[in-house]
Protein backbone atom coordinates (compact mmCIF):
# COMPACT_ATOMS: atom_id res chain seq x y z
CA UNK A 1 0.00 0.00 0.00
CA UNK A 2 1.65 3.38 -1.07
CA UNK A 3 0.49 6.65 1.00
CA UNK A 4 -0.95 8.30 -2.24
CA UNK A 5 -2.89 7.46 -4.56
CA UNK A 6 -4.58 9.14 -7.89
CA UNK A 7 -8.01 8.60 -6.78
CA UNK A 8 -9.44 6.71 -3.36
CA UNK A 9 -13.17 4.66 -3.33
CA UNK A 10 -14.35 4.74 0.03
CA UNK A 11 -16.54 1.15 -0.18
CA UNK A 12 -16.60 -1.67 -2.34
CA UNK A 13 -20.12 -2.29 -2.83
CA UNK A 14 -22.05 -1.87 -6.00
CA UNK A 15 -21.21 1.66 -6.09
CA UNK A 16 -17.58 1.27 -5.53
CA UNK A 17 -17.22 -1.74 -8.12
CA UNK A 18 -18.83 -0.17 -10.81
CA UNK A 19 -16.71 3.03 -10.32
CA UNK A 20 -13.37 1.13 -9.76
CA UNK A 21 -14.59 -0.75 -12.99
CA UNK A 22 -14.48 2.21 -14.71
CA UNK A 23 -11.85 4.26 -13.61
CA UNK A 24 -9.60 1.08 -14.34
CA UNK A 25 -7.46 1.15 -17.85
CA UNK A 26 -6.85 4.81 -17.82
CA UNK A 27 -3.76 4.57 -16.18
CA UNK A 28 -4.29 5.52 -12.52
CA UNK A 29 -3.81 4.39 -8.89
CA UNK A 30 -6.74 3.47 -7.68
CA UNK A 31 -6.94 2.47 -3.83
CA UNK A 32 -10.00 0.60 -2.90
CA UNK A 33 -11.03 1.06 1.28
CA UNK A 34 -13.46 -0.82 2.62
CA UNK A 35 -14.08 -2.11 6.35
CA UNK A 36 -16.00 -5.47 5.57
CA UNK A 37 -13.45 -8.48 4.88
CA UNK A 38 -14.83 -8.71 1.42
CA UNK A 39 -15.46 -6.36 -1.47
CA UNK A 40 -19.14 -6.34 -2.32
CA UNK A 41 -20.91 -4.53 0.22
CA UNK A 42 -24.38 -5.22 1.44
CA UNK A 43 -25.82 -6.76 -1.73
CA UNK A 44 -22.85 -9.67 -2.62
CA UNK A 45 -21.23 -10.30 1.39
CA UNK A 46 -19.58 -13.16 0.11
CA UNK A 47 -18.49 -15.88 2.32
CA UNK A 48 -14.86 -15.20 2.64
CA UNK A 49 -13.37 -18.89 1.35
CA UNK A 50 -15.24 -17.96 -1.99
CA UNK A 51 -12.82 -14.90 -3.37
CA UNK A 52 -10.44 -13.14 -2.68
CA UNK A 53 -10.70 -11.20 -5.46
CA UNK A 54 -12.19 -7.95 -7.11
CA UNK A 55 -15.42 -7.56 -9.16
CA UNK A 56 -16.37 -6.60 -12.86
CA UNK A 57 -19.73 -6.29 -14.01
CA UNK A 58 -20.16 -7.03 -17.22
CA UNK A 59 -19.49 -4.24 -19.65
CA UNK A 60 -22.38 -3.95 -21.73
CA UNK A 61 -24.70 -3.40 -18.82
CA UNK A 62 -25.87 0.03 -18.83
CA UNK A 63 -25.57 0.19 -21.89
CA UNK A 64 -29.06 -1.23 -23.58
CA UNK A 65 -31.26 1.37 -22.77
CA UNK A 66 -33.49 -0.78 -20.73
CA UNK A 67 -34.01 -0.36 -17.13
CA UNK A 68 -31.24 -1.72 -15.11
CA UNK A 69 -32.57 -4.33 -12.58
CA UNK A 70 -31.07 -5.65 -9.63
CA UNK A 71 -31.01 -8.90 -10.61
CA UNK A 72 -29.34 -8.09 -13.75
CA UNK A 73 -26.86 -6.29 -12.09
CA UNK A 74 -25.89 -9.15 -9.82
CA UNK A 75 -26.23 -11.26 -12.49
CA UNK A 76 -23.77 -9.66 -14.17
CA UNK A 77 -20.77 -9.33 -11.24
CA UNK A 78 -17.94 -11.59 -11.96
CA UNK A 79 -14.97 -12.65 -10.00
CA UNK A 80 -12.05 -10.90 -11.05
CA UNK A 81 -8.35 -10.95 -10.22
CA UNK A 82 -7.85 -7.38 -9.49
CA UNK A 83 -7.54 -4.85 -12.29
CA UNK A 84 -4.53 -3.18 -13.01
CA UNK A 85 -3.76 -0.26 -10.88
CA UNK A 86 -6.64 -0.92 -8.26
CA UNK A 87 -5.41 -1.38 -4.98
CA UNK A 88 -7.79 -2.93 -2.86
CA UNK A 89 -7.79 -3.04 1.37
CA UNK A 90 -10.37 -4.83 3.56
CA UNK A 91 -11.43 -4.58 7.21
CA UNK A 92 -9.39 -0.94 7.08
CA UNK A 93 -11.69 2.35 7.94
CA UNK A 94 -11.65 5.91 6.98
CA UNK A 95 -11.66 7.96 9.96
CA UNK A 96 -11.47 11.18 8.52
CA UNK A 97 -10.80 13.53 5.51
CA UNK A 98 -9.12 16.11 5.94
CA UNK A 99 -7.77 19.61 3.99
CA UNK A 100 -6.06 18.60 0.21
CA UNK A 101 -7.98 14.98 0.77
CA UNK A 102 -5.60 13.51 3.59
CA UNK A 103 -7.52 10.80 4.80
CA UNK A 104 -6.92 9.43 8.23
CA UNK A 105 -7.43 5.64 7.86
CA UNK A 106 -7.04 2.47 9.88
CA UNK A 107 -6.05 -0.98 8.48
CA UNK A 108 -5.83 -4.11 9.93
CA UNK A 109 -2.73 -5.56 11.78
CA UNK A 110 -2.10 -8.23 8.60
CA UNK A 111 -1.50 -5.63 6.43
CA UNK A 112 1.83 -4.88 9.09
CA UNK A 113 1.96 -7.92 10.95
CA UNK A 114 3.80 -7.92 14.42
CA UNK A 115 2.03 -5.20 15.92
CA UNK A 116 -0.23 -4.60 19.23
CA UNK A 117 -3.24 -6.57 17.67
CA UNK A 118 -4.98 -3.10 17.21
CA UNK A 119 -4.32 -1.92 13.40
CA UNK A 120 -2.98 1.02 12.74
CA UNK A 121 -3.82 4.93 11.68
CA UNK A 122 -2.10 5.67 8.59
CA UNK A 123 -2.37 8.94 6.38
CA UNK A 124 -2.78 8.32 2.87
CA UNK A 125 -3.62 11.27 0.00
CA UNK A 126 -6.13 11.40 -2.49
CA UNK A 127 -5.92 13.19 -5.98
CA UNK A 128 -9.62 12.76 -6.27
CA UNK A 129 -12.40 10.87 -3.59
CA UNK A 130 -15.20 8.92 -3.94
CA UNK A 131 -17.34 8.33 -1.45
CA UNK A 132 -19.56 5.49 -1.71
CA UNK A 133 -20.27 4.22 1.81
CA UNK A 134 -23.88 3.03 1.24
CA UNK A 135 -26.78 2.64 3.95
CA UNK A 136 -27.72 0.83 6.98
CA UNK A 137 -31.27 0.43 8.36
CA UNK A 138 -33.44 1.55 10.76
CA UNK A 139 -35.43 0.13 13.56
CA UNK A 140 -38.68 1.73 15.32
CA UNK A 141 -37.35 1.16 18.55
CA UNK A 142 -40.07 -1.23 20.96
CA UNK A 143 -40.07 -2.64 24.51
CA UNK A 144 -36.91 -5.23 24.76
CA UNK A 145 -35.57 -4.35 21.62
CA UNK A 146 -32.11 -4.34 23.08
CA UNK A 147 -32.34 -8.49 24.27
CA UNK A 148 -30.37 -10.95 21.96
CA UNK A 149 -31.96 -12.33 19.61
CA UNK A 150 -33.74 -9.14 18.09
CA UNK A 151 -31.66 -8.31 15.34
CA UNK A 152 -31.89 -6.02 12.27
CA UNK A 153 -33.18 -7.81 8.94
CA UNK A 154 -30.08 -7.14 7.27
CA UNK A 155 -27.78 -8.68 10.31
CA UNK A 156 -30.13 -11.87 9.85
CA UNK A 157 -29.45 -12.46 5.82
CA UNK A 158 -25.83 -11.73 6.64
CA UNK A 159 -25.51 -14.69 9.01
CA UNK A 160 -26.92 -16.83 6.34
CA UNK A 161 -24.88 -15.04 3.60
CA UNK A 162 -21.48 -14.57 5.12
CA UNK A 163 -21.23 -17.42 6.89
CA UNK A 164 -23.47 -19.86 6.26
CA UNK A 165 -25.36 -19.54 9.91
CA UNK A 166 -29.52 -19.30 10.21
CA UNK A 167 -30.81 -16.45 12.38
CA UNK A 168 -32.50 -19.64 14.58
CA UNK A 169 -34.32 -22.87 13.45
CA UNK A 170 -37.58 -20.27 13.30
CA UNK A 171 -37.46 -16.83 12.62
CA UNK A 172 -40.15 -14.15 13.60
CA UNK A 173 -39.57 -11.55 10.59
CA UNK A 174 -41.26 -8.20 11.00
CA UNK A 175 -40.87 -4.14 9.89
CA UNK A 176 -42.10 -2.02 7.22
CA UNK A 177 -39.19 -3.09 4.89
CA UNK A 178 -39.38 -4.99 1.15
CA UNK A 179 -36.17 -7.01 2.61
CA UNK A 180 -38.58 -9.04 4.65
CA UNK A 181 -39.72 -10.92 1.79
CA UNK A 182 -36.28 -11.09 0.32
CA UNK A 183 -34.97 -12.59 4.12
CA UNK A 184 -37.82 -15.14 4.00
CA UNK A 185 -37.06 -16.59 0.61
CA UNK A 186 -32.97 -17.18 1.71
CA UNK A 187 -34.50 -18.36 4.86
CA UNK A 188 -36.71 -21.22 3.30
CA UNK A 189 -34.15 -21.67 0.61
CA UNK A 190 -31.72 -22.67 3.39
CA UNK A 191 -34.14 -24.83 4.80
CA UNK A 192 -34.98 -22.71 7.67
CA UNK A 193 -38.32 -22.21 9.35
CA UNK A 194 -39.81 -18.62 9.04
CA UNK A 195 -43.10 -18.41 11.63
CA UNK A 196 -44.56 -15.30 10.12
CA UNK A 197 -44.08 -11.80 8.69
CA UNK A 198 -45.32 -9.56 10.44
CA UNK A 199 -45.52 -6.81 8.08
CA UNK A 200 -46.32 -3.09 9.25
CA UNK A 201 -47.98 -1.80 5.70
CA UNK A 202 -51.53 -2.27 5.13
CA UNK A 203 -52.40 -3.74 1.49
CA UNK A 204 -54.26 -0.23 0.79
CA UNK A 205 -50.82 1.81 1.82
CA UNK A 206 -49.02 -0.71 -0.86
CA UNK A 207 -51.16 -0.57 -3.70
CA UNK A 208 -51.26 3.40 -3.09
CA UNK A 209 -47.87 3.53 -3.53
CA UNK A 210 -47.96 1.37 -7.29
CA UNK A 211 -48.49 4.28 -9.27
CA UNK A 212 -44.57 5.21 -8.12
CA UNK A 213 -43.25 2.19 -9.92
CA UNK A 214 -44.55 3.18 -13.31
CA UNK A 215 -40.89 2.77 -14.71
CA UNK A 216 -40.38 0.03 -12.79
CA UNK A 217 -42.58 -2.76 -14.13
CA UNK A 218 -39.65 -5.52 -13.35
CA UNK A 219 -39.24 -4.43 -10.02
CA UNK A 220 -42.76 -4.76 -8.95
CA UNK A 221 -42.85 -8.15 -10.90
CA UNK A 222 -40.06 -9.37 -8.84
CA UNK A 223 -42.45 -8.44 -5.38
CA UNK A 224 -45.71 -9.92 -6.79
CA UNK A 225 -43.33 -13.08 -7.66
CA UNK A 226 -41.83 -13.20 -3.84
CA UNK A 227 -44.94 -12.65 -2.39
CA UNK A 228 -46.18 -15.56 -4.94
CA UNK A 229 -43.63 -18.11 -3.47
CA UNK A 230 -43.76 -17.91 0.43
CA UNK A 231 -47.68 -17.97 -0.53
CA UNK A 232 -47.12 -21.30 -2.40
CA UNK A 233 -44.73 -22.40 0.85
CA UNK A 234 -47.57 -21.07 2.95
CA UNK A 235 -46.08 -18.75 5.10
CA UNK A 236 -48.09 -16.82 7.47
CA UNK A 237 -48.27 -13.77 6.50
CA UNK A 238 -49.80 -10.65 8.27
CA UNK A 239 -50.13 -7.33 7.53
CA UNK A 240 -51.00 -4.04 9.18
CA UNK A 241 -49.02 -5.28 12.70
CA UNK A 242 -46.32 -3.72 14.45
CA UNK A 243 -44.22 -5.70 17.01
CA UNK A 244 -44.83 -3.98 20.43
CA UNK A 245 -42.73 -5.90 23.34
CA UNK A 246 -40.10 -8.65 22.55
CA UNK A 247 -39.72 -10.77 25.84
CA UNK A 248 -37.39 -13.01 27.83
CA UNK A 249 -34.66 -12.82 30.29
CA UNK A 250 -30.86 -13.19 28.89
CA UNK A 251 -32.10 -13.16 25.45
CA UNK A 252 -35.46 -13.49 23.24
CA UNK A 253 -38.38 -15.95 23.84
CA UNK A 254 -41.57 -14.47 23.29
CA UNK A 255 -42.35 -11.28 20.63
CA UNK A 256 -45.92 -9.45 21.33
CA UNK A 257 -47.55 -7.92 18.20
CA UNK A 258 -50.87 -5.07 18.01
CA UNK A 259 -52.76 -4.80 15.24
CA UNK A 260 -52.86 -1.06 13.18
CA UNK A 261 -55.51 1.16 12.61
CA UNK A 262 -55.12 2.78 9.06
CA UNK A 263 -53.53 5.47 10.76
CA UNK A 264 -50.58 3.27 12.13
CA UNK A 265 -51.85 3.60 15.74
CA UNK A 266 -52.39 0.39 17.27
CA UNK A 267 -55.84 -0.92 18.14
CA UNK A 268 -56.87 -1.81 21.94
CA UNK A 269 -57.23 -5.43 22.38
CA UNK A 270 -55.60 -7.07 19.51
CA UNK A 271 -52.63 -7.73 21.26
CA UNK A 272 -50.67 -11.31 19.91
CA UNK A 273 -47.70 -13.24 21.11
CA UNK A 274 -45.78 -15.28 19.78
CA UNK A 275 -42.48 -17.72 20.74
CA UNK A 276 -39.37 -16.50 18.90
CA UNK A 277 -35.52 -16.88 19.56
CA UNK A 278 -35.15 -14.90 16.62
CA UNK A 279 -37.01 -11.66 15.50
CA UNK A 280 -35.85 -10.02 12.61
CA UNK A 281 -37.07 -6.41 12.00
CA UNK A 282 -36.15 -3.17 9.61
CA UNK A 283 -38.37 -0.25 8.97
CA UNK A 284 -36.23 1.43 5.77
CA UNK A 285 -32.51 2.28 5.42
CA UNK A 286 -30.36 5.60 6.37
CA UNK A 287 -27.67 6.48 4.29
CA UNK A 288 -23.94 6.43 6.03
CA UNK A 289 -23.49 10.22 6.18
CA UNK A 290 -20.62 10.38 9.05
CA UNK A 291 -17.88 10.54 6.95
CA UNK A 292 -18.75 12.90 4.35
CA UNK A 293 -19.88 15.15 6.99
CA UNK A 294 -17.02 15.05 8.52
CA UNK A 295 -15.49 16.03 5.70
CA UNK A 296 -17.40 19.33 5.34
CA UNK A 297 -19.84 17.88 2.49
CA UNK A 298 -23.53 19.91 2.46
CA UNK A 299 -26.60 17.69 3.20
CA UNK A 300 -30.24 17.63 2.05
CA UNK A 301 -33.26 16.53 3.83
CA UNK A 302 -35.50 14.19 1.81
CA UNK A 303 -37.91 11.67 3.42
CA UNK A 304 -38.33 10.71 -0.29
CA UNK A 305 -34.67 9.71 -0.39
CA UNK A 306 -34.68 7.99 2.86
CA UNK A 307 -33.39 11.75 5.13
CA UNK A 308 -30.20 13.24 5.14
CA UNK A 309 -28.29 12.34 2.38
CA UNK A 310 -25.05 14.06 0.49
CA UNK A 311 -25.47 16.63 -1.51
CA UNK A 312 -24.45 16.17 -5.02
CA UNK A 313 -24.18 17.89 -8.65
CA UNK A 314 -24.93 16.54 -12.01
CA UNK A 315 -21.10 15.43 -12.03
CA UNK A 316 -21.78 13.79 -8.99
CA UNK A 317 -19.43 16.07 -7.33
CA UNK A 318 -20.24 16.85 -3.50
CA UNK A 319 -19.93 20.86 -1.99
CA UNK A 320 -16.38 19.64 -1.33
CA UNK A 321 -14.17 20.34 -4.41
CA UNK A 322 -12.53 17.37 -5.75
CA UNK A 323 -15.18 14.93 -3.34
CA UNK A 324 -17.69 12.40 -5.33
CA UNK A 325 -20.16 10.77 -3.92
CA UNK A 326 -22.30 7.87 -5.14
CA UNK A 327 -24.40 5.56 -4.58
CA UNK A 328 -27.01 5.13 -1.30
CA UNK A 329 -25.49 7.92 0.17
CA UNK A 330 -27.16 10.47 -2.33
CA UNK A 331 -30.47 8.58 -2.01
CA UNK A 332 -31.62 5.42 -0.72
CA UNK A 333 -32.32 3.86 -4.10
CA UNK A 334 -31.18 0.54 -4.08
CA UNK A 335 -28.66 -1.17 -6.30
CA UNK A 336 -29.28 0.01 -9.57
CA UNK A 337 -29.04 3.42 -8.68
CA UNK A 338 -25.79 2.95 -6.84
CA UNK A 339 -24.48 0.77 -10.41
CA UNK A 340 -25.24 4.29 -12.54
CA UNK A 341 -23.94 6.80 -9.99
CA UNK A 342 -21.03 4.69 -9.83
CA UNK A 343 -20.48 4.62 -13.07
CA UNK A 344 -21.36 8.31 -13.87
CA UNK A 345 -18.85 9.58 -10.66
CA UNK A 346 -16.12 7.15 -12.35
CA UNK A 347 -16.97 9.02 -15.68
CA UNK A 348 -16.72 13.10 -14.24
CA UNK A 349 -13.30 12.29 -12.76
CA UNK A 350 -12.51 10.95 -15.38
CA UNK A 351 -13.23 13.90 -17.36
CA UNK A 352 -11.40 15.88 -14.79
CA UNK A 353 -8.67 14.22 -16.01
CA UNK A 354 -8.66 15.05 -19.13
CA UNK A 355 -9.43 11.12 -20.06
CA UNK A 356 -11.29 9.55 -22.70
CA UNK A 357 -14.27 6.70 -21.77
CA UNK A 358 -14.06 3.79 -23.40
CA UNK A 359 -16.72 3.04 -25.53
CA UNK A 360 -18.66 1.05 -23.20
CA UNK A 361 -20.14 3.73 -21.21
CA UNK A 362 -22.58 6.36 -22.41
CA UNK A 363 -23.33 9.07 -20.37
CA UNK A 364 -26.70 10.34 -21.74
CA UNK A 365 -27.82 6.92 -21.15
CA UNK A 366 -26.70 6.50 -17.56
CA UNK A 367 -28.27 10.00 -16.71
CA UNK A 368 -31.72 8.74 -17.98
CA UNK A 369 -31.44 6.01 -15.79
CA UNK A 370 -30.39 7.86 -12.65
CA UNK A 371 -33.45 9.77 -12.98
CA UNK A 372 -35.73 7.16 -13.20
CA UNK A 373 -34.24 5.16 -10.44
CA UNK A 374 -35.29 8.24 -8.71
CA UNK A 375 -39.12 6.93 -9.14
CA UNK A 376 -38.35 3.53 -7.15
CA UNK A 377 -36.18 5.79 -4.37
CA UNK A 378 -39.93 7.27 -3.37
CA UNK A 379 -42.04 4.20 -3.48
CA UNK A 380 -39.10 2.24 -1.52
CA UNK A 381 -38.75 4.85 1.18
CA UNK A 382 -42.64 6.01 1.43
CA UNK A 383 -43.38 1.91 1.73
CA UNK A 384 -40.50 1.74 4.63
CA UNK A 385 -42.06 5.39 6.65
CA UNK A 386 -43.47 4.81 9.71
CA UNK A 387 -46.29 7.45 10.76
CA UNK A 388 -45.37 9.90 13.13
CA UNK A 389 -47.96 8.70 15.93
CA UNK A 390 -45.41 5.62 16.12
CA UNK A 391 -42.77 7.63 17.15
CA UNK A 392 -45.30 9.09 19.36
CA UNK A 393 -46.79 5.86 20.90
CA UNK A 394 -42.56 4.82 22.20
CA UNK A 395 -43.35 4.27 26.20
CA UNK A 396 -41.08 5.78 28.11
CA UNK A 397 -39.25 2.82 29.54
CA UNK A 398 -38.31 1.80 25.73
CA UNK A 399 -34.09 2.81 25.29
CA UNK A 400 -33.52 4.93 22.65
CA UNK A 401 -30.11 5.17 22.62
CA UNK A 402 -28.63 1.18 22.94
CA UNK A 403 -24.97 2.40 24.01
CA UNK A 404 -25.71 5.58 26.54
CA UNK A 405 -28.82 3.82 27.29
CA UNK A 406 -31.07 6.51 27.04
CA UNK A 407 -34.59 5.84 27.35
CA UNK A 408 -37.46 7.71 25.78
CA UNK A 409 -38.98 8.83 28.93
CA UNK A 410 -35.66 11.21 29.65
CA UNK A 411 -35.89 12.02 25.56
CA UNK A 412 -39.35 13.36 26.24
CA UNK A 413 -37.92 15.10 29.45
CA UNK A 414 -35.38 17.07 27.63
CA UNK A 415 -37.34 18.14 24.67
CA UNK A 416 -40.21 19.67 27.38
CA UNK A 417 -37.58 21.54 28.81
CA UNK A 418 -36.75 23.19 25.37
CA UNK A 419 -34.09 21.34 23.75
CA UNK A 420 -35.43 21.03 20.74
CA UNK A 421 -32.89 20.65 17.97
CA UNK A 422 -30.71 17.39 17.18
CA UNK A 423 -27.48 19.14 18.97
CA UNK A 424 -28.81 20.70 21.66
CA UNK A 425 -30.80 17.45 22.73
CA UNK A 426 -28.27 15.20 22.17
CA UNK A 427 -25.43 17.19 24.50
CA UNK A 428 -28.35 17.32 27.22
CA UNK A 429 -29.46 13.49 27.43
CA UNK A 430 -26.02 12.04 25.88
CA UNK A 431 -27.89 10.30 23.17
CA UNK A 432 -25.83 9.20 20.54
CA UNK A 433 -22.31 9.59 22.28
CA UNK A 434 -21.77 6.23 22.51
CA UNK A 435 -19.73 3.79 20.83
CA UNK A 436 -21.70 3.81 17.72
CA UNK A 437 -21.36 7.58 17.54
CA UNK A 438 -25.39 7.59 17.33
CA UNK A 439 -25.42 5.65 13.88
CA UNK A 440 -28.39 3.80 15.31
CA UNK A 441 -29.97 6.78 17.49
CA UNK A 442 -28.87 9.88 15.47
CA UNK A 443 -31.77 8.86 12.85
CA UNK A 444 -34.53 7.83 15.35
CA UNK A 445 -33.69 11.14 17.68
CA UNK A 446 -34.71 13.40 14.31
CA UNK A 447 -37.78 11.82 13.72
CA UNK A 448 -38.61 11.69 17.47
CA UNK A 449 -38.16 14.99 17.51
CA UNK A 450 -40.12 15.52 14.40
CA UNK A 451 -43.15 13.69 15.65
CA UNK A 452 -43.43 15.63 19.13
CA UNK A 453 -42.22 19.18 18.19
CA UNK A 454 -43.65 19.08 14.20
CA UNK A 455 -40.70 21.31 13.45
CA UNK A 456 -39.16 21.64 9.86
CA UNK A 457 -35.78 19.10 9.05
CA UNK A 458 -33.45 22.67 9.06
CA UNK A 459 -34.75 23.78 12.51
CA UNK A 460 -33.99 20.62 13.90
CA UNK A 461 -30.92 20.54 12.08
CA UNK A 462 -28.68 17.92 10.48
CA UNK A 463 -26.17 15.99 12.13
CA UNK A 464 -22.76 16.37 12.87
CA UNK A 465 -20.12 14.35 13.30
CA UNK A 466 -15.96 14.72 13.97
CA UNK A 467 -13.13 12.74 13.16
CA UNK A 468 -12.90 9.69 14.01
CA UNK A 469 -15.61 8.43 12.47
CA UNK A 470 -15.48 5.62 14.14
CA UNK A 471 -13.78 4.48 16.98
CA UNK A 472 -10.15 2.89 16.80
CA UNK A 473 -8.29 1.77 20.22
CA UNK A 474 -5.76 4.69 20.88
CA UNK A 475 -2.83 2.35 20.51
CA UNK A 476 -3.46 2.08 16.20
CA UNK A 477 -2.21 5.45 16.36
CA UNK A 478 0.98 5.14 17.83
CA UNK A 479 3.63 3.30 16.29
CA UNK A 480 6.67 4.92 14.77
CA UNK B 1 -39.94 -24.76 21.22
CA UNK B 2 -36.33 -25.46 22.45
CA UNK B 3 -34.14 -23.77 24.79
CA UNK B 4 -31.73 -23.56 22.29
CA UNK B 5 -31.12 -23.61 18.16
CA UNK B 6 -29.11 -26.75 17.33
CA UNK B 7 -28.00 -27.21 13.90
CA UNK B 8 -27.71 -23.68 12.65
CA UNK B 9 -25.67 -24.59 10.05
CA UNK B 10 -27.38 -24.36 6.93
CA UNK B 11 -26.38 -27.95 4.94
CA UNK B 12 -25.49 -26.81 1.72
CA UNK B 13 -23.29 -23.78 2.50
CA UNK B 14 -19.59 -24.04 1.36
CA UNK B 15 -17.45 -24.16 4.25
CA UNK B 16 -13.81 -24.28 4.83
CA UNK B 17 -12.17 -26.21 7.44
CA UNK B 18 -13.24 -27.37 10.71
CA UNK B 19 -11.56 -24.84 13.54
CA UNK B 20 -11.93 -24.42 17.78
CA UNK B 21 -12.54 -21.36 19.19
CA UNK B 22 -11.82 -20.73 23.11
CA UNK B 23 -15.05 -18.95 24.15
CA UNK B 24 -15.06 -18.41 28.02
CA UNK B 25 -12.62 -21.06 28.28
CA UNK B 26 -14.88 -23.71 26.95
CA UNK B 27 -13.70 -25.12 23.33
CA UNK B 28 -16.30 -24.59 20.71
CA UNK B 29 -16.57 -25.43 17.27
CA UNK B 30 -16.27 -22.96 13.99
CA UNK B 31 -15.42 -23.24 10.59
CA UNK B 32 -12.44 -21.25 8.82
CA UNK B 33 -14.17 -18.54 7.22
CA UNK B 34 -17.26 -17.89 9.56
CA UNK B 35 -17.30 -14.82 11.27
CA UNK B 36 -17.09 -15.01 15.32
CA UNK B 37 -20.42 -13.32 15.89
CA UNK B 38 -22.28 -16.22 13.54
CA UNK B 39 -19.82 -19.37 15.09
CA UNK B 40 -20.93 -17.84 18.46
CA UNK B 41 -24.49 -17.75 17.43
CA UNK B 42 -24.51 -21.28 15.76
CA UNK B 43 -22.65 -22.29 19.37
CA UNK B 44 -26.14 -21.26 21.06
CA UNK B 45 -24.15 -18.32 22.75
CA UNK B 46 -26.84 -15.11 21.80
CA UNK B 47 -25.71 -12.68 24.79
CA UNK B 48 -22.11 -11.53 23.94
CA UNK B 49 -21.81 -8.21 26.53
CA UNK B 50 -23.33 -6.58 29.64
CA UNK B 51 -24.56 -3.45 29.07
CA UNK B 52 -22.85 -0.97 32.01
CA UNK B 53 -26.34 0.56 32.87
CA UNK B 54 -28.79 -1.36 33.27
CA UNK B 55 -26.88 -4.87 33.40
CA UNK B 56 -28.78 -5.93 30.70
CA UNK B 57 -27.10 -8.43 28.12
CA UNK B 58 -26.77 -7.80 24.12
CA UNK B 59 -26.07 -9.26 21.20
CA UNK B 60 -26.18 -9.07 17.78
CA UNK B 61 -28.29 -6.30 15.97
CA UNK B 62 -26.59 -5.16 13.39
CA UNK B 63 -24.34 -7.52 11.83
CA UNK B 64 -22.63 -4.94 9.71
CA UNK B 65 -20.03 -3.20 12.04
CA UNK B 66 -22.62 -0.38 12.93
CA UNK B 67 -24.26 -0.27 16.29
CA UNK B 68 -21.16 -2.17 17.93
CA UNK B 69 -23.22 -4.49 20.39
CA UNK B 70 -21.59 -7.34 19.72
CA UNK B 71 -18.37 -6.11 21.78
CA UNK B 72 -15.88 -9.14 22.78
CA UNK B 73 -12.86 -9.68 23.78
CA UNK B 74 -10.35 -11.45 21.13
CA UNK B 75 -7.13 -12.49 22.15
CA UNK B 76 -6.81 -9.84 24.64
CA UNK B 77 -8.35 -7.29 22.99
CA UNK B 78 -11.04 -6.00 24.29
CA UNK B 79 -14.18 -4.33 22.48
CA UNK B 80 -13.58 -6.27 18.88
CA UNK B 81 -16.47 -6.31 17.23
CA UNK B 82 -17.55 -9.82 16.98
CA UNK B 83 -19.37 -9.24 13.31
CA UNK B 84 -16.47 -8.01 11.61
CA UNK B 85 -13.67 -10.64 12.95
CA UNK B 86 -13.19 -13.76 10.63
CA UNK B 87 -13.02 -16.57 13.25
CA UNK B 88 -9.77 -18.56 13.06
CA UNK B 89 -8.61 -21.57 14.79
CA UNK B 90 -7.28 -21.30 18.32
CA UNK B 91 -8.77 -18.17 18.49
CA UNK B 92 -9.65 -17.21 22.38
CA UNK B 93 -13.09 -15.38 22.90
CA UNK B 94 -14.32 -13.61 26.06
CA UNK B 95 -17.71 -12.56 26.25
CA UNK B 96 -19.30 -10.46 29.01
C1 LIG C 1 -28.35 -4.52 5.71
C2 LIG C 1 -28.72 -4.28 4.29
C3 LIG C 1 -29.14 -5.34 3.48
C4 LIG C 1 -29.48 -5.14 2.15
N1 LIG C 1 -29.88 -6.21 1.42
C5 LIG C 1 -30.26 -6.02 0.13
C6 LIG C 1 -30.71 -7.11 -0.66
O1 LIG C 1 -30.77 -8.25 -0.20
N2 LIG C 1 -31.09 -6.86 -1.94
C7 LIG C 1 -31.04 -5.61 -2.47
O2 LIG C 1 -31.37 -5.43 -3.62
N3 LIG C 1 -30.61 -4.57 -1.74
C8 LIG C 1 -30.22 -4.73 -0.46
N4 LIG C 1 -29.82 -3.65 0.28
C9 LIG C 1 -29.76 -2.32 -0.35
C10 LIG C 1 -28.33 -1.95 -0.74
O3 LIG C 1 -28.03 -0.81 0.00
C11 LIG C 1 -28.20 -1.71 -2.23
O4 LIG C 1 -28.76 -2.79 -2.94
C12 LIG C 1 -26.74 -1.58 -2.74
O5 LIG C 1 -26.04 -2.77 -2.42
C13 LIG C 1 -26.04 -0.38 -2.25
O6 LIG C 1 -24.76 -0.27 -2.83
P1 LIG C 1 -23.75 0.87 -2.36
O7 LIG C 1 -22.50 0.62 -3.10
O8 LIG C 1 -24.40 2.20 -2.52
O9 LIG C 1 -23.54 0.64 -0.80
P2 LIG C 1 -23.07 -0.64 0.06
O10 LIG C 1 -23.29 -1.89 -0.65
O11 LIG C 1 -23.68 -0.45 1.40
O12 LIG C 1 -21.49 -0.44 0.18
C14 LIG C 1 -20.91 0.50 1.03
C15 LIG C 1 -19.60 -0.03 1.55
O13 LIG C 1 -18.88 1.02 2.18
C16 LIG C 1 -18.20 0.51 3.30
N5 LIG C 1 -17.93 1.63 4.21
C17 LIG C 1 -18.80 2.53 4.70
N6 LIG C 1 -18.17 3.44 5.47
C18 LIG C 1 -16.86 3.11 5.46
C19 LIG C 1 -15.68 3.69 6.05
N7 LIG C 1 -15.74 4.79 6.82
N8 LIG C 1 -14.50 3.08 5.84
C20 LIG C 1 -14.42 1.97 5.07
N9 LIG C 1 -15.48 1.41 4.46
C21 LIG C 1 -16.68 1.97 4.65
C22 LIG C 1 -19.12 -0.55 3.85
O14 LIG C 1 -18.39 -1.53 4.57
C23 LIG C 1 -19.77 -1.13 2.59
O15 LIG C 1 -19.13 -2.31 2.15
C24 LIG C 1 -29.44 -3.84 1.62
C25 LIG C 1 -29.02 -2.77 2.42
C26 LIG C 1 -28.67 -2.98 3.74
C27 LIG C 1 -28.23 -1.81 4.57
Known amino acids: MKRAYDVVIVGSGVAGIAAANTLAGHGLEILVIDENPHAGGQILRQNCRVTDGFWEFDPRLGRSGRTVSIRKIVQSLRPIQRPKGITCVHQARVLGIFSDLQLLVHV ?118 QMLRLLIRQVRFRQGVRVTEARGKNGLSAVVTAGLDRKGNTVPGTFQTYPARALAVGHGFTANIELPVQAGCALDYDADRGGWVVRVDDALETSVAEVYAAGEITGIA ?78 RKQISQGFV ?15 CQGRICQPLLFDILQALTGQTPEQIGSPSFRAPVKNVPLESFLHP | MGNTDTDLR ?87
Not at chain 2, 39 to 63: D, H, M, P, V
Request: hydrophobic content about 40%; some cysteine; charged content about 20%.
Open chain 1, 108 to 225: PDTLYPGGSGSGRVLEIDAGYLLLATGARERCLPFKGWTLPGVMSLGAAQILMKSSGILPARKTLIAGTSPLQTVLALEILKNKGNVTAILDENHLTKKLGLLPLLKHHGSLAGEGAM
Open chain 1, 334 to 411: GAGKSFVEGKLAAVSILEKLGEKTGPDVCVPELVRMQKQQMGYASFLNQLCQVPSSAYEAIDDEVLICRCEEISMGEI
Open chain 1, 421 to 435: TGGSLKKATRCGMGR
Open chain 2, 10 to 96: IACANRGPKITLQVDGVPCVAYEGETVHAALLAAGIRALRIAGKTGESRGIFCGMGICYECRVTINGVPDKQACMTIATDGMQIETR
